[in-house]
C-alpha cells in the first residue's frame, strides 16, 4: 500500500511538472524575437519552479551569430544571456549532451556564468541547447543552495525534458529572426540595407520637421573601388567594403545609423545632430582609412573615401529623398573636385602591383 501511495504521490508531482512546463511552452512558442523569448522564458522559469538564478548562454558562431547585435543591445538581458565559444559550451556539458549538475568547484563554471552571479552560487543545473542535433547554447538554472542541484541525489530527467521544449522553442524564433535579419541587412558586410534607410528617413523626415530637430544624412563612396576590384580581384573589393562599414559602425556607434546604399556607397543618418557635426564624423572615418590602409594579403591597400551630406535645417528639403539628393550631389561636387588628388595614392599603388 505504501509503494501505491508513493506511486500516486509521484505521478501527481510529474503531473504538476508537466503542467508547468506546458505554461512555460505556451508563453514562448509564438513569440517572434530573441530577446522577448529569453526573457520570458528565463522568467517563466524562475516563477514556475523558483530558482533563483536563471539564464542563457548562445554560441557565438552561426547559426546564432546574427542574434549577437540585437541581444547585445538589449540593457535588460545582461545578466539572462551570454555569448560564449563553443569550445566553453561543449566543456560544460561534456559529451553525454545531457544535463549536467554541479554542487562543487562551481567557480570552474565562470565563463559560462554572468559576472553578476559568480561567487554566490552554491549548486547550478546546465542543460543543452541544440538544433538540428548540434550544441547551440546552454540553459542554466542556479541556487545559492549546494543542495538544489546536487548530482548525487537528483536526476535530471525533467530538466532534459525542459531543455528539449526550449531547444524546439529556439529554433523557431531563431528561424524568425534569420529571415527578418536576411531581409533587413546587407549580407556582405551586415549593414542595414537600402529599404531599411527609406523606411527610417520616412519616419524620422517627419519627425525632424515636427520637432524642428535636425536630421542630417551623409554619403561616403569608396574611391577607384573599380581599379582595386580590376587589380587585386573582386575578394580584394569585399574586404575593403567590409573595412569600411566596420569602420562605419565604430564611428557613428550610439549617434545614428548606417547602411549600405549600393555598391561602394555608403549612408549614414545622425538623428538629431546637426550638418557639421555629422560632417565632422565623416572626415574622421575618411582620416582612419586614410592613415590605415588594408592588410590584403601583402599588400598595404591605401583606401580613401569621398563623401556629402544634407541636413533638414540647414538645407529646409521638402521631403527625404530631396534630402538624399542634396547629400548624394554634395558627394560627387566634393569627389570631382578632389579626383586628380587623392585618389592618385590608390592608383598609384595599383600601378605598381600590376
Ligand atoms: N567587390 C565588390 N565589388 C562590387 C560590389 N558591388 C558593386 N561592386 C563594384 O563596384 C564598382 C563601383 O564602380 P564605380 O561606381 O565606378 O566606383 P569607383 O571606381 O569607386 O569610381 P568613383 O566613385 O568615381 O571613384 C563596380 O565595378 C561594381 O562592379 C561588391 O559587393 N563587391
Given amino acids: 500500500m505504501h509503494d501505491v501511495d508513493e506511486l500516486i504521490n509521484n505521478v501527481r508531482h510529474n503531473e504538476q511538472i508537466a503542467l508547468r512546463f506546458f505554461d512555460i511552452e505556451r508563453c514562448i512558442l509564438s513569440i517572434g524575437r530573441c530577446d ?7 522568467k517563466e522559469v524562475q516563477k514556475q519552479f523558483s530558482v533563483p538564478f536563471v539564464w542563457v548562454n548562445l554560441i557565438n558562431e552561426a547559426p546564432l551569430a546574427h542574434l549577437v547585435e540585437s541581444l547585445d543591445k538589449s540593457t535588460g538581458l545582461k545578466d539572462r544571456v551570454l ?4 569550445s566553453a559550451l561543449i566543456d560544460a556539458i561534456g559529451v553525454g549532451n545531457k544535463t549536467v549538475l554541479v554542487n562543487q568547484n562551481v567557480e570552474k563554471y565562470r565563463e559560462i556564468t554572468p559576472s553578476v552571479y559568480r561567487g554566490i552560487i552554491g549548486s547550478v543545473a ?8 548540434e550544441i547551440v547554447g546552454l540553459f542554466c538554472q542556479a541556487d545559492e ?3 538544489r542541484y546536487d548530482p548525487y541525489t537528483k536526476d535530471t530527467f525533467l530538466l532534459d525534458q525542459l531543455a528539449i521544449k526550449i531547444s524546439i522553442c529556439l529554433s523557431n524564433v531563431t528561424a524568425r529572426e534569420k529571415l527578418e535579419y536576411l ?4 549580407p556582405l558586410t551586415g549593414l542595414l540595407n537600402r529599404r531599411q534607410l527609406e523606411l527610417m528617413l520616412d519616419r524620422e523626415f517627419a519627425r525632424s520637421k515636427r520637432q524642428k530637430r535636425d536630421l542630417t544624412v551623409v554619403f ?3 574611391d577607384a573601388f573599380k581599379s582595386i576590384n580590376d587589380t587585386l580581384g573582386h575578394n580584394c573589393g569585399d574586404e575593403v567594403l567590409e573595412y569600411i562599414a566596420k569602420r562605419l559602425l565604430k564611428y557613428i556607434h550610439k549617434q545614428g545609423l548606417a547602411f549600405r546604399f549600393a555598391g561602394d556607397e555608403f549612408v549614414f543618418v545622425t538623428p538629431g545632430k546637426s550638418y557639421d557635426q555629422a560632417i ?3 572626415e574622421s572615418i575618411h582620416d582612419y582609412l586614410q592613415a590605415n590602409p588594408l592588410r590584403y594579403r601583402n599588400n598595404l591597400v591605401p583606401i580613401t573615401i569621398s563623401y556629402g551630406g544634407a541636413s533638414v ?5 521638402s521631403s527625404y529623398k530631396q534630402l538624399l539628393k542634396t547629400a548624394d550631389e554634395r558627394l560627387y561636387h566634393y569627389k570631382n573636385n578632389r579626383k586628380r588628388l587623392v585618389p592618385t595614392k590608390v592608383f598609384k599603388f595599383l600601378n605598381k602591383i600590376r
Fill in 313 to 317: 535645417i540647414s538645407d529646409s528639403p
Fill in 36 to 42: 522577448q523569448f529569453v526573457s520570458t522564458l528565463t
Fill in 126 to 133: 546546465i542543460s543543452p541547447l541544440t538544433m538540428d542535433g
Fill in 83 to 86: 555569448f560564449t565559444r563553443r
Fill in 183 to 186: 531581409a533587413t541587412r546587407d
Fill in 220 to 222: 561616403i563612396d569608396c
Fill in 280 to 282: 565632422s564624423i565623416a
Fill in 145 to 147: 543552495s549546494p543542495d
